[in-house]
Structure formats: C-alpha cells, structure tokens
C-alpha cells in the first residue's frame, strides 16, 4: 500500500510560483508513474501532469495543455518525492491539487488509470 502527503499549496498572485511537493511511502518509489491531477470548484478532476522512470533513460514526462511551458514535473527517487513547480500562475489555476501514483513506467492521463491518491492540497491563485 502506497500512501502520498502533498504539501506546498497556497495563496499566491497571478504570475506568482509556487512549488507543491508530495512524499511517498510504502512502495518502491521509482517503479511508479507519478501524476498531478487538480480539481476546481464545481469542475471536474483534470490531468496536469505525469512523470516516469526507467534505468534506460531517466523517464519521461507530459503535461496537459494548459499547463505546458508554465509548470514542470520532477521526481528525486532518493527523497520519494515527486514536485510539480508552477510557473506564471493564473487565476484560472485556482484548484485542490492531488498527487497520484500507479505501478509501472508508462505515461498514465486518466484518473481511472491510477490506484493511489494523496488527500490534496489548495493552491489559490489571485487576480
């Protein structure tokens, strides 16, 4: 059983960052997909971003449309902790954000796909 705490959410102004961080336990850590999904008010849960590990080559990444070019996905297998740096961030980022982890290397969008979830945590963003 695999349990994630996320931390690093916030009020924050709009073009401001903010750095989240979520800490895993209980699995090997580098042998699972790693996501952020967030959740706004009266929205549905959405896919921000995910990120991989492999021996062969370091892993990969991908990140939704909305967020490419402002928010940056990262994992240090020594700590168990995977971080999502926000970058340029708009009013219309305001959400619970949720870390998320499913076993394997493959790039993981749907929130179906993954089998653990941390509690979340609300980042507020100002106009």
């Known amino acids: 059983q695999v349990q994630l705490v996320e931390s690093g959410g916030g009020l924050v102004q709009a073009g401001g960052s903010l750095r989240l961080s979520c800490v895993a336990s209980g699995g090997t850590f580098r042998s699972y997909t790693m996501g952020w999904f967030r959740q706004a008010p009266g929205k549905e849960q959405e896919f921000v971003a995910a990120n991989t590990w492999n021996a062969w080559s370091a892993g990969t990444t991908y990140y939704a449309d909305s967020v490419k070019g402002r928010f940056t996905i990262s994992r240090d297998n020594a700590k168990n902790t995977v971080y999502l740096q926000m970058n340029n961030l708009k009013p219309e980022d305001t959400a619970v954000y949720y870390c998320?982890?499913?076993?394997?290397?493959?790039?993981?969008?749907?929130?179906?796909?993954?089998?653990?979830w941390g509690q979340g945590t609300q980042v507020t963003v100002s106009s």
């Open positions: 998320a982890a499913v076993l394997g290397s493959a790039i993981r969008t749907m929130r179906d796909e993954y089998d653990y």
